[in-house]
């Protein structure tokens, strides 16, 4: 008779099942064991108490139970997982099993064990698949993709965007990627209560114009940031102005210029006029102090009619102009892109409330953008994707679903919420915005037809844009250095199982991955430079890094700072209710405070930024995941460099920050949240 010591970690955060109504069974190389209710054996101890309540973070229960075999099973391959039936289902991180001669092998899990189907777990080796040789651990392998793609099926969103996760609504969501019980807990609680919370339940009846700005800073007083109050006084001036296409909520769109677009009817002389100092605009352009930022996307699309008051939406082209004191400064404003007479072209010498008028339409542009193309389509529809084709074609034991599993925690329920809450009919977005309403299809295809893996690719995007030698440019600072370290945790870990470009190309698995990225995401075309295949260690590697940051660093610095920059309405409006002005000359405080989107639809999109901006009680920062995927020596100790890299970087950017007037944390390590999740 020979004993086997089985642990079993059950965590709490989700919801409450019971471990102990459990059906066991050990499979090793040598034989099996029986069918073990758990229940029936005894425990050999228990590392925490059970605790239910829904408000409370992680707690795992640690149960060891005693399991007697008549001889050997020899080197234990599978663990067999089997819910009594009618039981509440639970939710199992690892099982870790000591065999009689001492040694520990950890099986992990981190899903529902349920009375629907048995779950069978393998050891924490990672194997890409032509290293499995047992047919046993083949076959499971197999089944395991089958039973995932029968769980996690496409659907067609739209016949232009990257195909989503089939299901219509949260409750359809699969169990495995359901929010735990706080985070669905304070999700439900935020949105039922965001406007109590934020003491504006009193405005939302209001459907008025606004009486002066000193009303709309009544507004939101109690979430103001500190940010947001800088926001407040300086929204105004034009340094800040330029300051947001670099550092703001949506800094991925401008670029330097080399040549005045044909469509904007702009006059060397005015130009050079705004610039000053006797500069000359060919001279400017050639030191690459003049650069553009070009809303086209948003060119065609008919503004959404917000309480039956219709909106107006711009496609602005602007023009801005690094000066020798190392800000940024618009040199002119041109709104609509084709240019005709009901079109000027707006410069800082006019008159204040047009110049002002002219920024603000601007900065409406930029929210528009900012929400559906840099948020919504490139962080979340994106990352949704590629879990999507990571659940359905890597099982657990694959190194690279070992690699990417953290990164995809909570994002396809969060994005079914954003599609049931947010942009569906009576969504706030499509309710309460001037992309809203039949725009926002509209809006994400054009997006999605321009999008590149360049795009996507942080290095080539800045490289891209030209904007490689900019001062001041936080975003790219921090956000290249962010690059460097998870490229460097990824070639280490992707490195140490790929000996070479030919076990790429073999990888089944892998090939089959990245083809369903490519035929679900719609990125077929040539043109957008997506690779069909991979062919080698560098070009997985770098595909890898694009995909983990993404879904971490690139959400955090468009998400994380929407309430800053977006909770003073003036500075970001949802959209304008008068049209763009067709001259000069007439534009007034008074006409500016008209266009602003009425007080109702104001606070339902402070409210809307402040759910997305909010963090989650079990909130898992970069790197920070306790779920262990890995346990062999190398890329545990990569993931150790992984962490001491971030907190080094994080100490970097805290420092830099103490001398700014506008502190960049968005990508600080330790605010960098490890997926998509809100």
């Given at each position: 008779?020979?004993?086997?010591?089985?642990?079993?970690?059950?965590?709490?955060?989700?919801i409450?099942g019971?471990?102990?109504?459990?059906i066991l069974?050990?499979?090793?190389?040598?034989g099996a064991?029986e069918?073990?209710?758990?229940?029936?054996?005894?425990?050999?101890?228990?590392?925490?108490?059970?605790?239910?309540?829904?408000?409370?973070?992680?707690?795992?229960?640690?149960?060891?139970?005693?399991?007697s075999c008549?001889?050997?099973?020899?080197?234990?391959?599978?663990?067999?997982?089997?819910?009594h039936a009618?039981?509440?289902?639970?939710?199992?991180?690892?099982?870790?099993?000591?065999t009689?001669?001492?040694?520990?092998?950890?099986?992990?899990c981190?899903?529902?064990?349920?009375?629907?189907a048995?779950?069978?777990l393998?050891d924490?080796?990672?194997?890409?698949?032509?290293?499995?040789?047992?047919?046993?651990?083949?076959?499971?392998?197999?089944?395991?993709?089958?039973?995932?793609?029968?769980?996690?099926r496409?659907?067609?969103?739209?016949d232009?965007?990257p195909e989503?996760l089939?299901?219509?609504?949260?409750l359809l969501v699969p169990?495995?990627a359901?929010?735990?019980v706080?985070?669905a807990?304070?999700?439900?609680?935020t949105?039922a209560?965001?406007?109590v919370?934020?003491g504006?339940?009193?405005?939302?009846s209001?459907?008025?114009?606004?009486?002066?700005?000193?009303?709309i800073?009544?507004l939101?007083?109690?979430i103001?940031?500190?940010?947001?109050?800088?926001?407040?006084?300086?929204?105004?001036?034009?340094?800040?102005?330029?300051?947001?296409?670099?550092?703001?909520?949506?800094?991925?769109?401008?670029?330097r210029c080399?040549?005045i677009p044909t469509?904007?009817?702009?006059?060397?002389?005015?130009?050079?006029?705004?610039?000053g100092?006797?500069?000359?605009?060919?001279?400017?352009?050639?030191r690459?102090?003049?650069?553009?930022?070009?809303?086209?996307?948003?060119?065609?699309?008919?503004?959404?009619?917000?309480n039956r008051?219709?909106?107006?939406?711009?496609?602005?082209?602007v023009?801005?102009?690094?000066n020798p004191?190392?800000?940024?400064?618009?040199?002119?404003?041109?709104l609509?892109?084709?240019?005709?007479?009901?079109n000027?072209?707006?410069?800082?010498?006019?008159?204040?409330?047009?110049?002002l008028?002219a920024?603000?339409?601007?900065?409406?542009a930029?929210f528009a953008?900012?929400?559906?193309?840099?948020?919504?389509?490139?962080?979340?529809?994106m990352s949704?994707?590629?879990a999507?084709?990571?659940l359905?074609?890597?099982?657990?034991?694959?190194?690279v679903?070992?690699?990417?599993?953290?990164?995809?925690?909570?994002?396809?329920?969060?994005?079914?919420?954003?599609?049931?809450l947010?942009?569906?009919?009576?969504?706030?977005?499509?309710?309460f915005?001037?992309?809203?309403?039949?725009?926002?299809r509209?809006f994400?295809?054009?997006?999605?037809?321009?999008?590149?893996?360049?795009?996507?690719?942080?290095?080539?995007?800045?490289?891209?844009?030209?904007?490689?030698?900019i001062?001041g440019y936080?975003?790219?600072?921090?956000?290249?250095?962010?690059w460097d370290?998870?490229?460097?945790?990824v070639?280490?870990v992707v490195?140490?199982?790929?000996?070479?470009?030919?076990?790429?190309?073999r990888?089944?698995?892998?090939?089959?991955?990245?083809?369903?990225?490519?035929?679900?995401?719609?990125?077929?075309?040539?043109?957008?430079?997506?690779?069909?295949?991979f062919?080698?260690?560098?070009?997985l590697?770098?595909?890898?890094?694009?995909?983990?940051?993404n879904?971490?660093?690139?959400h955090?610095?468009?998400?994380?700072?929407?309430?800053?920059?977006?909770?003073?309405m003036?500075?970001?409006?949802?959209?304008?209710?008068r049209?763009p002005?067709?001259c000069r000359?007439?534009?007034?405080?008074r006409?500016?405070?008209?266009?602003?989107?009425?007080?109702?639809s104001?606070?339902?999109?402070?409210?809307?930024?402040?759910?997305?901006s909010?963090?989650?009680?079990?909130?898992?920062?970069?790197g920070?995941?306790?779920?262990?995927?890995?346990?062999?020596?190398?890329p545990?100790?990569?993931a150790a460099r992984?962490s001491?890299?971030l907190?080094?970087?994080?100490?970097?950017?805290?420092?830099?920050n103490?001398?700014?007037?506008?502190p960049?944390?968005?990508?600080?390590?330790?605010s960098?949240?490890?997926?998509?999740?809100?």
């Amino acid at each position: 008779m020979v004993i086997y010591r089985v642990a079993v970690y059950q965590e709490r955060l989700f919801i409450p099942g019971d471990a102990h109504r459990t059906i066991l069974q050990l499979v090793g190389s040598s034989g099996a064991s029986e069918r073990i209710p758990l229940d029936q054996t005894s425990i050999c101890g228990v590392l925490k108490k059970l605790c239910c309540c829904c408000c409370c973070k992680t707690i795992q229960e640690k149960a060891e139970y005693a399991i007697s075999c008549p001889t050997s099973l020899g080197a234990p391959l599978l663990v067999h997982l089997e819910a009594h039936a009618h039981h509440d289902v639970w939710f199992c991180s690892k099982v870790a099993v000591t065999t009689p001669e001492g040694g520990v092998l950890l099986f992990p899990c981190y899903r529902f064990v349920g009375s629907s189907a048995s779950l069978t777990l393998r050891d924490s080796t990672a194997k890409l698949v032509f290293s499995d040789l047992l047919p046993i651990e083949l076959d499971q392998r197999i089944n395991e993709l089958t039973n995932r793609r029968e769980t996690f099926r496409w659907s067609c969103y739209d016949d232009a965007l990257p195909e989503t996760l089939k299901a219509d609504n949260v409750l359809l969501v699969p169990a495995d990627a359901r929010f735990s019980v706080s985070k669905a807990t304070g999700m439900v609680l935020t949105v039922a209560e965001a406007v109590v919370e934020l003491g504006l339940q009193n405005f939302l009846s209001s459907q008025q114009h606004w009486s002066g700005f000193y009303q709309i800073h009544q507004l939101g007083l109690k979430i103001r940031t500190s940010a947001c109050r800088l926001v407040e006084n300086h929204w105004r001036e034009d340094w800040f102005f330029g300051h947001q296409f670099l550092n703001g909520a949506n800094p991925t769109l401008i670029r330097r210029c080399t040549r005045i677009p044909t469509n904007m009817s702009v006059t060397k002389e005015m130009v050079e006029a705004s610039i000053g100092g006797g500069a000359i605009l060919a001279q400017e352009m050639e030191r690459g102090n003049i650069f553009l930022v070009d809303y086209r996307l948003l060119d065609g699309l008919t503004a959404n009619t917000v309480n039956r008051k219709q909106n107006y939406l711009t496609a602005p082209l602007v023009l801005l102009h690094l000066n020798p004191d190392r800000q940024l400064l618009p040199v002119a404003i041109q709104l609509k892109q084709s240019p005709d007479e009901t079109n000027p072209v707006f410069y800082p010498e006019d008159l204040a409330a047009d110049w002002l008028t002219a920024k603000t339409f601007v900065r409406s542009a930029d929210f528009a953008d900012h929400e559906l193309r840099s948020h919504f389509l490139r962080t979340h529809m994106m990352s949704e994707l590629f879990a999507m084709a990571t659940l359905r074609n890597f099982p657990m034991v694959h190194p690279v679903y070992k690699l990417l599993a953290p990164h995809f925690r909570y994002t396809l329920e969060i994005d079914t919420l954003a599609r049931q809450l947010l942009i569906s009919d009576g969504g706030a977005l499509m309710e309460f915005t001037a992309v809203g309403g039949a725009a926002t299809r509209k809006f994400l295809r054009k997006a999605a037809a321009s999008l590149t893996y360049r795009d996507l690719c942080l290095p080539d995007d800045i490289i891209g844009r030209g904007l490689n030698s900019i001062p001041g440019y936080y975003y790219r600072d921090d956000g290249l250095k962010l690059w460097d370290i998870i490229h460097r945790y990824v070639g280490g870990v992707v490195g140490h199982y790929y000996h070479g470009d030919d076990d790429v190309t073999r990888d089944l698995e892998l090939q089959s991955w990245i083809n369903e990225i490519i035929v679900f995401g719609r990125l077929e075309d040539q043109h957008k430079g997506f690779p069909k295949s991979f062919t080698s260690v560098s070009e997985l590697t770098y595909f890898v890094t694009m995909v983990i940051f993404n879904a971490s660093a690139q959400h955090s610095a468009v998400n994380d700072a929407q309430l800053d920059y977006f909770g003073w309405m003036p500075n970001a409006p949802m959209g304008l209710q008068r049209p763009p002005p067709a001259c000069r000359g007439r534009c007034s405080e008074r006409s500016l405070l008209d266009s602003f989107p009425d007080v109702r639809s104001t606070v339902s999109g402070l409210a809307t930024v402040y759910l997305l901006s909010k963090k989650s009680e079990d909130f898992v920062p970069l790197g920070g995941s306790a779920e262990q995927h890995f346990t062999e020596s190398v890329p545990v100790e990569m993931a150790a460099r992984f962490s001491n890299d971030l907190k080094r970087l994080s100490g970097d950017i805290r420092a830099r920050n103490v001398d700014l007037t506008l502190p960049y944390g968005y990508l600080d390590p330790v605010s960098v949240e490890d997926s998509v999740a809100r």
